[in-house]
């Protein structure tokens, strides 16, 4: 059971880094764009950096999510479970 509740809580994380990323930096290029009057480019810009920014934090979730697995069963191994 515990299994599933990791996996849950680590799709829940990654869905809300996707979505953080894509929707804050959107909201905050149409507020600059609306501000500084810079039409398009600064939406697009900011779309461009939370993009790249919410696919390095994906990766760095699902790399410290995949050295906890592999942690975990290294050390049941090594208590000679079966």
């Not at 953080?20 to 909201?27: E, H, K, Q, V, W």
């Not at 764009?33 to 039409?39: I, V």
């Not at 993009?51 to 995949?66: F, H, P, Q």
Request: net charge positive.
């Amino acid at each position: 059971m515990r299994g599933t509740w990791t996996g849950l809580g680590l799709l829940f994380r990654l869905s809300a880094l996707t979505l953080g990323a894509a929707f804050g930096s959107l909201l905050l290029g149409i507020w600059l764009d609306r501000t500084l009057g810079t039409a398009p480019f600064g939406t697009l810009c900011l779309m461009v950096i939370g993009i790249l920014g919410g696919t390095i934090g994906i990766y760095r979730a699902v790399r410290e999510a995949n050295q906890q697995v592999s942690g975990a069963g290294h050390r049941d191994n090594s208590m000679g479970g079966t």
